[in-house]
């Protein structure tokens, strides 16, 4: 087809704003699909990323629309939803020559509206600003298009008033589509650059690739290499989804599709990367390329330590599909083998966690998760270091630097004291502020990421009442005085609970960790120190209490089922316990470490 | 056998021997005291003697399951002793038919419930052990307890089963009641042991779930003793049981010589036994059954010719051996290795070996080659390390 009746765009979004009701939209008013097949798609199936309320994985459809006698092929490009994916949405924008930027009327502009315009800045796309949900009675799209018009520097006008629910404004968005982003213009004559912006591992054709072909073309039978990781492969299918898959001969410059080559594992497939055609090699890659970066750290364990096999499968099973995912085998003084596993953020480690313990039956025990680190040792060598019992000894470490993220923050302008005062106790440095309307306001700051891994942003929501919003963006790596905090349980040092701290806060952290320690961890039968120590300096304690009395004097008539059930109950909810020594530590405690919030006792 | 429900091939379950102990329920009190959460009413007459006559059906049911002769009966509650004589002689009569001179035929009884002719009647019945609900000599404690009777009476009590040649008796007493002090209980220990008794049970006042003085613990308007003046408590009955000859056979026991509850020792040995009435638990091939606690729901089943509505469940394997372990750990001579072994073909100390070697490697649990037991210091925590035990079946 020619390119000029081709649109590649991308719906983004803030959570929760209809991205998915406005694409079923697009794929109803094309006749992709069927009105009850719309409705269907309204009411949600719980999956896991339906429970989350996010898209984690990307994918495209491709639609047929008429417009005045002209038929054109849109293919329109999904983006993952949250902060860990960042990188994967710059690559589906990138795949993309526009986008359309959605807005809920009630709600305004919000983070990651922010977040996506400036990535889509970016990759310059053409955007087309969509005001939705105008059926709402809280709708205020006036005020909306001049939230937009204030982020952006557009005219309120050229916003497109839509309702994904009822239909209104549709046709205006699609004439937009068409008339307002542009055409692709590659050549379809040259060497071959098919961007990849996603993958999927089916269990029957193997691994699925999304890519975009921005110039010459690919074929079935083409021996293809990908130009970042060099691997090789035959091509044996080609196809659109629209939405069900349709096969085709090739692909195009301009065009977006699948491509299925005999790949057994989606670790092959780097999102970013190009491909290009064996023997007739482009010779520069498409721009952008980087290979995933894992941003957060942790270990698991197995909860009974003869898993281990186990969780060695389930973790293979599950990066079968998450390429992003990485784990090595280490073995921890305190609580034996287990993985080190590298993850995007926060989500996609719970997402991981999740999917090994209900889809393939283990259980995990986690250490709290760190972000990596940067350490310049004294001999001018610098070593990335992602758990902080890898940290050189002080005598050695010339400094050490954390990574550092930027942070946009939209908040209501009455709770901007409070925000503020929550990014001081982070270590935030502010950059500056920019009124996007007369009650609404976007704050920029630098924050460690370890800052915000956690619980940063419950804190967030409610210093704001609920309406704060955020979205970071890595930026680089920087040094500070940061701690290596060591915890003792009934004086051994527990490797699995240290923590890097920064100094100024050791103390109060390290107070309020043993602090949390003393709740989680039961009474034995003897006393348990408990120590926060930096080097050998202790700078906290706490004690749990030998247990005094725990004996049921009855028999209950012989009612023994009554007794044992009793018992029972005493270790109920203590499951995933580690043992430490002597020392019964529930996974809870591992987890201790990351609440350093709230107030001490 | 096995019901359907649970699941496991017949194979699975181990044969166990035939039952050789009754206990029967009685669900009756005069009043309810405000500690107990046992299943009893307080006593009507009409119900009674239903109840009665019901049992005589449940019992015409089960009475092939067990071996004869047994080695004991144990007529328990509720206040045996708070039903109409007539209805008590009717009922002593049915389990003593079973019951060879031989065999231990304990009944409890409370004080302020018995005169003469009810002491008769046990002798006459051949009852020949008694266990007497004392709970305590100090009227503040008795009181807030909720027990009818009073100090004097528990002595009087004691004086009718003695004087008609019962001295097979044991008095039940419980130490950790708001209020109470070391030197109170060291009094209601001396009166007690003064009465020359046979038998000593010490519990630690437990506030029980829906009890009247659990809502006043959590109300406020009482206070749980600190657990080291319990664990003193605990200490001085020991010791002072000890002197007066009783030896400590059990964490909650003490018996003279030869003088063991050997009723239950059935339930610590985790060996089978049969239980009638509302609220009772059998052991019978393998199968634990609990009627359900509820007399309307009894008498109507039975009455109708069907079994009482109950709850079961069938043990085999690890769990049963955990469970026989926290049953036998209670005791103070602890498990018989080679016993152990021979009922389950495993060694326990194998079977066990983590928590065990955690906690001998503590101090709390004693292993030789013969025995394993807890040590004298653990006691008074065993649920911590029983809990540990039936944790290792559930990995």
């Known amino acids: 087809m020619d390119q000029k009746y081709i649109r590649n765009f991308s719906i983004i979004a803030h959570i929760d704003h209809g991205k998915s009701t406005l694409a079923d939209r697009v794929l109803l008013t094309s006749g992709a699909i069927t009105l009850r097949e719309f409705r269907d798609q309204l009411l949600d199936d719980m999956d896991l990323e339906r429970e989350r309320g996010i898209t984690i994985k990307a994918s495209a459809v491709t639609v047929e629309y008429k417009l005045d006698g002209r038929t054109y092929m849109l293919n329109m490009i999904d983006t993952p939803g949250h902060v860990d994916f960042h990188y994967e949405v710059s690559r589906a924008l990138a795949a993309c020559d526009g986008a359309l930027l959605v807005v809920d009327a009630a709600q305004g502009v919000e983070a990651q509206t922010v977040a996506n315009a400036h990535l889509a800045r970016k990759s310059k796309l053409d955007l087309v600003p969509v005001v939705n949900k105008i059926d709402l009675p809280a709708a205020r799209p006036e005020d909306t298009a001049m939230e937009v018009e204030a982020l952006m520097h557009t005219p309120a006008e050229d916003c497109i008033f839509t309702s994904a629910k009822t239909g209104a404004g549709i046709d205006d968005m699609m004439r937009a589509v068409i008339e307002r982003l542009p055409a692709p213009r590659g050549n379809p004559d040259a060497h071959t650059k098919a961007l990849i912006f996603d993958s999927k591992y089916d269990d029957y054709r193997g691994v699925v690739v999304y890519i975009r072909v921005f110039d010459g073309r690919v074929n079935v039978g083409d021996k293809i290499r990908m130009m970042g990781t060099q691997e090789v492969y035959q091509v044996t299918e080609l196809g659109k989804f629209m939405p069900r898959a349709v096969q085709a001969d090739s692909l195009s410059a301009g065009e977006v599709g699948f491509l299925i080559a005999n790949i057994r594992t989606v670790k092959s497939v780097h999102v970013g990367d190009t491909i290009t055609l064996f023997g007739k090699e482009a010779p520069d890659p498409l721009p952008g390329y980087r290979p995933p970066q894992q941003m957060v750290f942790c270990d698991l364990y197995p909860g009974p330590t003869t898993q281990f096999p186990e969780l060695r499968d389930a973790l293979e099973k599950v990066q079968l599909n998450d390429a992003a995912l990485t784990f090595q085998p280490i073995n921890s003084d305190a609580l034996g083998f287990g993985f080190r596993c590298g993850f995007l953020g926060m989500l996609h480690m719970e997402i991981v966690q999740e999917r090994a313990e209900r889809e393939h039956g283990v259980e995990v025990v986690q250490t709290a998760p760190t972000v990596p680190y940067q350490v310049l040792k004294k001999d001018g060598k610098v070593i990335e270091v992602d758990s902080a019992g890898d940290l050189p000894d002080p005598n050695y470490v010339e400094e050490i630097r954390e990574p550092i993220v930027r942070v946009d923050l939209i908040v209501p302008t009455d709770s901007i004291g409070p925000v503020m005062q929550l990014a001081e106790e982070r270590r935030a440095s502010y950059q500056h502020q920019e009124h996007l309307s007369a009650d609404r306001v976007i704050l920029t700051y630098e924050f460690p990421l370890a800052e915000i891994i956690y619980d940063f942003y419950d804190k967030l929501k409610s210093a704001t009442r609920g309406y704060g919003t955020m979205d970071y963006e890595m930026i680089g790596f920087r040094a500070d005085s940061l701690v290596k905090l060591d915890i003792l349980v009934n004086n051994n040092k527990v490797d699995a609970l240290s923590v890097i701290v920064h100094r100024d806060t050791a103390e109060r952290r390290g107070r309020r960790l043993i602090q949390r320690l003393r709740k989680e961890i039961s009474r034995h039968l003897f006393e348990i120190p408990l120590q926060a120590a930096i080097g050998s300096k202790v700078i906290a304690r706490e004690t749990i209490k030998a247990v005094g009395k725990n004996v049921t004097a009855k028999c209950y008539g012989g009612d023994i089922t009554r007794k044992r059930k009793l018992l029972e109950k005493q270790k109920e909810g203590k499951k995933r316990m580690k043992m430490v020594g002597n020392v019964e530590i529930p996974q809870k405690a591992f987890m201790a470490v990351l609440e350093v919030g709230g107030d001490e006792e | ?395």
């Open chain 2, 1 to 395: 056998m096995c019901p359907d429900s649970c699941k496991k091939k017949p194979a699975e379950v181990l044969p166990a021997p035939a039952a050789a102990a009754l206990y029967v329920h009685v669900p009756f009190c005069r009043a309810k005291c405000r500690y107990c959460d046992f299943y009893s009413l307080v006593a009507e007459p009409s119900l009674a003697r239903r109840y009665v006559r019901a049992l005589r059906r449940e019992w015409a049911r089960h009475r092939e399951r067990l071996a004869r002769p047994l080695t004991s009966t144990f007529v328990g509650g509720g206040t045996p002793s708070a039903i109409p004589i007539e209805l008590l002689d009717d009922l002593l009569a049915l389990t003593g038919e079973l019951c060879d001179t031989h065999g231990e035929f304990t009944v409890e009884i409370n004080p302020g419930t018995v005169d003469a002719s009810l002491a008769d009647l046990l002798v006459r019945r051949g009852v020949n052990r008694v266990s007497i609900g004392a709970q305590s000599f100090d009227p503040g404690e008795l009181r807030l307890l909720g027990r009818i009777h009073d100090a004097g009476q528990t002595g009087s009590t004691v004086r009718l089963v003695r004087d008609r040649g019962i001295e097979n008796f044991g008095l039940d007493l419980i130490y950790g009641i708001p209020g109470q002090d070391v030197s109170s209980w060291r009094r209601t220990l001396g009166q007690a042991l003064d009465l020359g008794i046979a038998h000593l049970s010490c519990y630690a006042l437990s506030f029980e779930p829906g009890t009247p003085l659990e809502d006043d613990l959590r109300a406020g308007r009482v206070r749980e003793v600190d657990e080291s003046v319990q664990r003193e408590c605990y200490e001085l009955a020991i010791d002072l049981a000890r002197q007066a000859g009783l030896e400590h056979y059990e964490i909650s026991n003490f018996a003279r010589p030869g003088r063991q509850c050997v009723h239950n020792l059935t339930y610590w040995h985790n060996r089978p036994y049969l239980g009638l009435g509302p609220g009772a638990a059998s052991y019978l091939d393998g199968q634990r059954r609990t009627n359900v606690p509820d007399l309307a729901a009894y008498l109507a089943a039975v009455e109708a010719g069907l079994s009482p509505p109950a709850t079961d469940e069938c043990l085999v394997g690890k769990r049963h051996q955990a469970e026989t372990l926290m049953l036998e750990l209670r005791l103070i001579e602890g498990v018989d290795r080679r016993a152990f072994a021979s009922r389950f073909g495993v060694d326990v100390v194998e079977a066990f070996s983590s928590t065990i070697s955690r906690y001998a490697a503590q101090g709390a649990v004693v292993v030789t080659p013969d025995r394993v037991r807890l040590s004298r210091r653990a006691l008074f925590v065993a649920d911590t390390i029983l809990a540990d035990l039936l944790a290792e079946v559930s990995l």
